[in-house]
């Protein structure tokens, strides 16, 4: 699949599901498993940016000190109940803050 079809689908379904929450009864979005989900997709999105960094262009592992500090930090961030943009924030400024002084 290329990046561009990739592109269209996660694009179509984040559309889908905004479109979904907005549309819903409020009945519907109180259901507990449905306030579950919507609980943990910030960890999931979160570790889904982890992974991808996580690789060089040609699929290679790579993993170094201040990428490791950077995915502690805004782990720390979201278990102190920090938002899912605070948290991202968090890793960018860590992680870059370190890589310029190393």
Known sequence: MS??????VVTAGSYGLKLAGVSLPE????HPRIQ???SIL????????????LFEANGRYHADGPLLAGVGASAL????????PVA?????V???????IL
């Open 3 to 8: 990046l561009w079809i990739a592109l269209v």
């Open 27 to 30: 009945r519907a979005l109180a």
């Open 36 to 38: 579950r989900i919507a």
């Open 42 to 53: 910030p960890v999931a999105m979160l570790t889904a940016l982890v992974v991808v960094g």
């Open 77 to 84: 961030a979201l278990r102190w109940r920090a938002t899912l």
């Open 88 to 92: 991202l924030v968090v890793a960018v």
């Open 94 to 100: 860590v992680t870059g803050s370190l890589r310029a």
